[in-house]
């Protein structure tokens, strides 16, 4: 069979998830609805830091259908008020002693619906004493402040972590060696993933059984499952998770979340099935944050030469450390921040600090801190470029990791796979008219115009483990796929990961239809049930493609070798005398002679050499070697308003390479949603908090989600630099787009300023603060 009719690598077949989505079939959490089931809602705290002197719950157990109020007393009766975090941190589930942000969970009504349930949450009288409200890691960090987690024993201060990574002396060299040394202080601010779907779960603990089944919106279901046994003490095998459909994750729903555990508890309580459905005010106010980064970064330069890198940055962390993060990189993969550059020395050093705010950190479409640590180093080579007076095209060139040095080992301990920067730099170049737009913008500059030309070539590290290295809470980051192929030669393929918009069904279908021959149509693929799929870290950071991915090829190819035992055995030829092009085993010179891949299987169930095991089935767990690096330049042209500050993005050109595209149509569709989501974060969205940490941002008013009226047209472009330890090549990409374009958006603004000596402005880059710029650069109109 053809390659072109099973549909393996590179088709750009349409995602057969969709089939149910736009005939609205999905099945999302709200969609489960169960005999008996009641419903839940959460109390939040309206103040940032108090301490909870009372709690009485007596009038909002009188409202009628109120079946129960659960309080963080009653959570610590079981001892459940408090559970473990991801980061190996402890978070309240419901607070027992203080609230520590704004939008805490406090108390819980469980309730005949969702309504009454509301309702009641307003007859449930807390009483608080204020505490002063710590906002700022800065303020955290101060001789004095008061400690936020004074729980913790041992805690004498808000620090959570102070970490480093590379070499200090050597770095100190680099720079007293230097003839340039180059600085940017800067701030990747709050922001938030915001899925469409909030979060949310139903929680059914069968008081019969003991089986605990719990629907819930998670990207992680089997690590849920464990931790849930290890916090509740259930039985592991009598927990199951299932991930419905999930209307996007974007690394909020990796985290464990209160109102999960309460759900839980609650069920097993009553005896009856719980759902929570989280509202967006829910989602905005307490679940996990992103970014939050105050950084600092110095270039040591020497003939024009990059020579050294520094990097100094405090994370705000929010009230609980509770993001998932390697366990041994506190900073997550920030030290990547070398990115697509040889520098021989490089020192990066980071604390982390509690403060009176939502737990952060999550990798929003991130592998773990990259995304604050490609905008530093994209930032920081245009900065020096403007400094030095070259083209920013150009330095990056000069200073790029060259082909032939991979794979390449940075300062800071990573070995870069494969990679030509050169080449994606060119392409995007070539596709912008780089040159004569240049000249435009000088003839434009004449004329009073500002123009401003932004370029960003970002390098990611994606497809966490392996596992020696890298673990979640203990957990070694491989990722599995169990492959079963029926006598018809139809396949069902179960994965560890799970998709949350991703389109794993068609392109783990198509993996398989590329090793086995089996058209894509006719293999199913199932994820995010833990007792029918086998075990997995899940899917966030990019990881799904390149251990999930892999996993996947390496369990079609071992079930290739047996069905050419089978075929070999059919055809009474010996196994070497036969050639297998994808989906059929021939007679090598003798092409007729032949087997396809549906004739073995049936075979595997009905006629089997002697001693051979029945069946075509078989898992395999992958634990990659290495991580993958994708890459790309993003090159963006904005025209600054004078009168205004307003900007608008005029072309912005893609180059991406993520190695072998399995399909090319949902690489674009990921890379479109990557730079919408950048252009969101440079442009417009802000979560921000007053001085009593109260939350601004709580909404979609405040919160400016880009419409399509916003967003910008993209032009895309590839290279394909395969990856040479995957078993396809394949390197991840959903996230490469919002890790490498914010940067090129700032960039292109601040390019457009930077003859009159502006060298920075921090995200969102509004109207507001170009304008302010525009004054003090004495170019405003
Ligand atoms: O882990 P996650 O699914 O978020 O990210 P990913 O592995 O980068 O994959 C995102 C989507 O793009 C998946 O459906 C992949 O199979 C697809 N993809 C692809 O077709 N080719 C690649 N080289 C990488 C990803």
Excluded at 134 to 157: C, F, H, N, Y
Excluded at 566 to 578: G, K, W
């Amino acid at each position: 069979m053809a390659t072109t009719e099973v549909r393996g690598l590179g088709h750009s077949v349409k995602r057969k998830e969709d089939e149910r989505f736009i005939r609205g079939k999905g099945n999302y959490i709200d969609d489960v609805t169960l005999p008996g089931m009641l419903h839940m809602e959460l109390l939040r705290s309206p103040f940032a830091h108090a301490r909870i002197v009372s709690v009485d719950t007596s009038r909002a157990e009188a409202l009628p259908g109120v079946v129960a109020v659960v309080t963080g007393e009653l959570m610590a009766q079981h001892n459940l008020a408090w559970m473990p975090t991801l980061s190996g941190d402890t978070q309240a589930v419901l607070a027992t002693d203080k609230v520590r942000f704004q939008g805490q969970e406090v108390a819980a009504v469980v309730a005949d619906s969702a309504y009454v349930a509301k309702d009641a949450l307003e007859l449930i009288d807390v009483e608080y004493d204020p505490l002063p409200a710590l906002t700022t890691p800065q303020q955290a960090l101060e001789d004095g402040a008061p400690v936020i987690r004074d729980e913790k024993e041992g805690q004498t201060s808000n620090l959570i972590y102070d970490w480093e990574a590379g070499d200090k002396e050597a770095t100190d060299r680099a720079f007293a060696e230097a003839d340039q040394v180059v600085e940017l202080d800067t701030f990747y601010p709050r922001c938030h993933p915001s899925p469409l779907e909030c979060c949310g779960c139903v929680a059914d603990v069968n008081p019969a059984t003991g089986k605990a089944t719990i629907y819930m919106t998670s990207q992680a279901p089997h690590a849920i499952r464990t931790l849930f046994a290890l916090v509740a003490g259930l039985p592991e095998q009598n927990i199951r998770v299932i991930s419905p459909d999930i209307g996007g994750g974007f690394g909020n729903k990796v985290p464990i979340y209160p109102g999960y555990v309460v759900a839980t508890a609650a069920s097993l309580l009553l005896g009856k099935p719980v759902k929570w459905i989280e509202d967006r005010t829910g989602n905005l106010i307490s679940t996990g944050f992103a970014r939050d980064y105050h950084m600092h970064g110095e270039l040591a330069v020497k003939d024009g030469k990059i020579t050294g890198l520094r990097t100094s940055l405090v994370a705000d962390e929010g009230a609980f450390f509770a993001d998932a993060q390697p366990s041994k990189f506190k900073i997550g993969l920030f030290h990547i921040v070398t990115g697509s550059y040889d520098i021989p020395a490089a020192h990066v050093r980071g604390e982390g600090a509690y403060t009176n705010k939502a737990p952060g950190g999550v990798a929003y479409r991130c592998s773990f801190r990259v995304t604050e640590a490609s905008y530093l180093i994209e930032r920081l080579v245009d900065v020096a470029a403007h400094e030095l007076g070259v083209d920013p095209a150009e330095f990056r060139v000069q200073n790029f990791i060259k082909p032939d040095q991979f794979p390449y080992e940075s300062a800071t301990g990573f070995v870069y796979d494969s990679g030509d920067y050169e080449k994606a730099l060119r392409l995007a170049l070539e596709k912008l008219g780089y040159d004569d737009l240049r000249k435009e913008q000088a003839e434009a500059r004449e004329q009073g115009r500002l123009i401003g030309i932004g370029l960003a070539s970002f390098t990611e590290v994606v497809g966490a483990g392996h596992g020696k290295q890298y673990d979640i809470a203990g957990l070694r980051m491989f990722d599995s796929a169990e492959l079963r192929v029926h006598p018809t030669g139809k396949a069902i393929l179960k994965l560890g990961v799970k998709s949350q918009g991703q389109g794993h069904e068609t392109t783990f279908a198509q993996i398989v239809a590329e090793e086995l021959g089996i058209p894509y149509e006719d293999i199913e693929v199932q994820e995010g049930d833990t007792d029918n799929t086998p075990y997995g870290l899940g899917t966030y950071a990019s990881r799904s493609t390149p251990v999930a991915g892999a996993a996947t090829a390496v369990i079609s190819r071992k079930l290739r070798d047996k069905a050419r035992t089978i075929a070999a055995h059919l055809l009474e030829a010996s196994e070497d005398d036969l050639e297998w092009d994808r989906g059929r085993f021939s007679v090598k010179g003798a092409p007729d002679r032949a087997k396809t891949i549906q004739d073995v299987a049936f075979a595997a169930y009905t006629d089997l050499p002697d001693g051979m095991e029945a069946g075509l089935e078989g898992v395999h767990y992958y634990d990659p070697p290495n991580m993958t690096f994708p890459f790309g330049t993003y090159a963006v042209v904005v025209e600054v308003d004078r009168g205004t500050g307003a900007w608008k993005v005029e072309r912005m050109v893609a180059v991406d390479d993520c190695g072998v595209r399995i399909n090319p149509m949902i690489v674009e569709g990921q890379i479109m949603g990557g730079l919408t989501e950048g252009f969101a974060i440079a442009a417009m969205e802000l979560i921000t908090f007053d001085e009593d940490g109260n939350c601004i941002g709580s909404n979609f008013t405040d919160y400016l989600l880009p419409t399509s009226w916003e967003t910008p047209s993209f032009e895309l472009g590839e290279t394909v630099t395969p990856s040479p330890h995957h078993p396809i090549g394949a390197k991840g990409v959903g996230e490469s787009a919002t890790v490498g374009s914010p940067a090129a958006y700032v960039n292109a603004v601040v390019d457009a300023l930077a003859h009159a000596g502006v060298r920075n402005l921090e995200m969102p880059v509004t109207s507001a603060k170009v304008w302010e710029a525009l004054q003090e650069a004495g170019l405003a109109e």
